[in-house]
């Protein structure tokens, strides 16, 4: 069976290659090649694609799901579309997917509210994550209410007209990320939160993190997000498929809100809604405030993002502090000894249910086990001499890991783990290597790599070999040195945009694929904006702190050059400091900033209510007009209007893939 299934694939991997070969370099997207469709293939083979347990679990209690294509915010916009991924079901053969990210993705795309065991249920697949429901002694308890509040409420509406119609009585956010608190706002109201009608339970430090972790490093994460989650992309057999841990990220209105009970410690128990909570923290492993908690009146297991069916990032590509692999096992490896013998399901952030106490056991010990073993032997090898590239490419997780569908790289991967791992003890700068500590800028390396390789034309030559061959790696690194030379060579972006397109179509990373597939398309097309998520109602909740630590980053050394500036603030209506008093000091082009603190004799002096520093913030209202209002009190203008020139403005247009 499996010869002819590779004697057919064999067949259409020579007339593909053919095909490949034919076009030329061009803008145009390309099939898969023979060495994709061969590669593929291969994994095909290896892993057991007729098991179909998975696909049985991720159905189980299937009740209702939403009875339109879209989720539309209030002008009409679509924030969620449900058809657009229904491609992935074709019985069709898909060369340019990996068959293995493939079945993540149908497994993904099966949405709508499920019943998991007696008083429990979700919504999947209507966002990036699950949003779980909790039946309490007076109405629902909702864990983790997804990005956006038209899907969250889309969720809720469902659930009232299948299940039971009760008012929400609690809300529970598990992590600090924004795919699950950003929807609060569709599952509850400000009103019934302010009357103290609902509860929101998180982890110690959730709100801190939750507003700030983004803060001084958001232009670039945003740049970066939009990569990984391939929102450029068109949906397709040659774009995109899924992002691992769900299909996409939705694209409507998230908020946020400050809990009214925080969970310091593991072992803490708490009776929400009539529901005993017993709680085990997780910090420091998938998120820097996480939780996880184990119901006993349903005997089930709330794993959060700890564990999911797919490995999960140590760093991940958008950019985040590097998690600690050895903290993440250990935290796994207390779940077993709290709760192993007591849960018979499992419900997680993302994916679907594990039932049965062995199969749970099972998962969490290999689970476990495949954080355990890259962060060791990557410690292992560094110790031995070899570099995060060199530990990257000899990790292989042994078959009894490597081959749990749970531990395959659809979000995270071995490969990038093993070098994050790396990164937390020894940091990623550097690999010890002195020919490495003062590299060039790539711009001039790349023209002194050309130079030295007689032209761009014969590096190109070079290229085209290594296309031809299947070596695209060794393309695209030969053809990134021509663009950064000179980021309007055509022939060169547009052939390592064929090269890096083939590895998308290689990679069993939702992220891997989605960041090959979106730099070939800005190598073709040039920078294109994606969707994103209005966070304005996340910027209302913004530390008045963070705020202007954020400013801290945007002070351009050159025009800030010689200068000196004291100013005090004062933030009318203002309740995340004791007085409402900020400060500001400039000196030698580095701007500091205090809470709770005023300086003597400043410069300036500025007085401005909270609801209109967030209307600055979020660009609602301008910096003159606020002035003009009296909104924004100055008692000198011109020197307000010095300080404020020293300030970059970020944008999101910059190169990733070319200079």
Not at 33 to 51: C, G, P, R, V
Not at 170 to 199: C, N
Not at 388 to 393: A, D, L, T
């Amino acid at each position: 069976m499996k010869f002819r299934k590779s004697v057919v694939f064999l067949s259409i991997a020579l007339v593909s290659q053919s095909v490949f070969a034919s076009m030329g370099i061009t803008p145009e997207s390309k099939p898969a090649s023979a060495f994709t469709i061969e590669k593929n293939d291969a994994l095909l083979q290896y892993l057991n694609f007729e098991d179909r347990e998975d696909f049985n679990s991720a159905s189980r209690g299937y009740i209702a799901t939403w009875p339109y294509q879209t989720i539309q915010d209030k002008d009409g916009q679509v924030v969620w579309d449900f058809d657009a991924f229904q491609f992935v079901n074709s019985k069709q053969q898909m060369d340019t997917i990996n068959p293995s990210l493939l079945r993540m993705a149908q497994l993904n795309n099966k949405a709508g509210l499920f019943q998991v065991t007696e008083g429990i249920y979700q919504i999947r697949g209507f966002d990036l994550s699950v949003m779980s429901f909790i039946r309490g002694e007076k109405g629902w308890i909702v864990v983790d209410p997804l990005i956006s509040e038209e899907t969250a409420r889309a969720g809720l509406v469902l659930l009232n007209q299948y299940v039971e119609n009760l008012p929400v009585t609690a809300v529970v956010f598990t992590h600090s990320h924004i795919d699950h608190f950003g929807g609060i706002w569709g599952v509850t109201t400000k009103d019934a939160y302010q009357h103290g009608q609902v509860e929101v339970v998180a982890p110690e430090g959730f709100f801190e993190h939750a507003i700030s972790e983004n803060v001084l490093a958001g232009n670039l994460m945003s740049r970066r997000a939009s990569f990984m989650y391939g929102n450029l992309a068109e949906r397709g057999p040659r774009g995109l498929v899924d992002a691992g841990l769900g299909k996409t990220t939705s694209t409507g209105i998230p908020g946020n809100v400050e809990p009214t009970l925080l969970i310091h410690k593991t072992g803490e128990k708490h009776r929400i809604d009539g529901i005993e909570f017993d709680f085990q923290m997780a910090n420091g492993s998938e998120a820097p405030a996480e939780f996880m908690a184990y119901m006993p009146k349903y005997k089930t297991l709330l794993a959060s993002e700890v564990m999911t069916h797919t490995i999960h990032n140590i760093s991940t590509l958008r950019g985040a502090q590097t998690r600690d692999a050895s903290k993440w096992a250990a935290y796994v490896d207390e779940t077993i000894h709290l709760y192993g013998d007591k849960a018979d399901t499992m419900i997680a952030s993302h994916h679907w249910p594990t039932w049965g106490q062995a199969k749970i056991k099972d998962q969490l010990e290999k689970t476990r086990d495949m954080y355990k073993y890259v962060h060791d032997q990557t410690l292992r090898l560094a110790n031995m001499g070899y570099t995060p590239n060199e530990i990257s490419s000899k990790i292989q997780l042994p078959e009894s890991l490597d081959k749990a569908w749970f531990n395959r790289g659809y979000y995270g991967s071995v490969s990038h783990n093993a070098r994050a791992t790396y990164d937390f003890y020894f940091g990623a700068w550097w690999d010890g290597n002195p020919a490495n500590l003062n590299p060039l800028p790539p711009e001039d390396a790349g023209a002194k790599y050309v130079e030295a390789m007689g032209g761009a034309g014969q590096v190109i030559e070079i290229a085209k070999k290594a296309v031809e061959n299947g070596e695209y790696r060794w393309a695209v690194t030969l053809l990134n040195h021509v663009v950064f030379a000179d980021p309007t060579h055509k022939e060169a972006r547009y052939l390592e945009a064929d090269a890096m397109e083939q590895l998308g179509y290689q990679s069993e990373s939702g992220p891997w694929r989605n960041y090959y597939l979106i730099g070939a398309k800005e190598l073709r097309e040039g920078f294109k904006s994606a969707p994103t998520p209005d966070t304005t109602a996340i910027a209302k909740n913004m530390p008045v702190s963070s705020v202007l630590e954020a400013m801290t980053v945007r002070v351009n050394p050159e025009m800030a050059a010689g200068k000196t500036f004291t100013i005090n603030l004062k933030v009318t209506g203002d309740t995340d400091s004791r007085s409402g008093e900020y400060s500001m000091l400039l000196s030698n082009a580095v701007l500091k900033t205090y809470q709770d603190r005023q300086l003597e004799n400043p410069d300036m002096t500025l007085v401005i209510e909270k609801s209109d520093m967030v209307d600055l913030l979020t660009r609602k209202a301008s910096l003159e007009s606020q002035i003009k209002a009296g909104k924004l009190k100055v008692n000198d203008g011109q020197k307000f209007a010095d300080f404020m020139a020293i300030f970059d403005t970020f944008r999101s247009d910059f190169g990733i893939v070319t200079p």
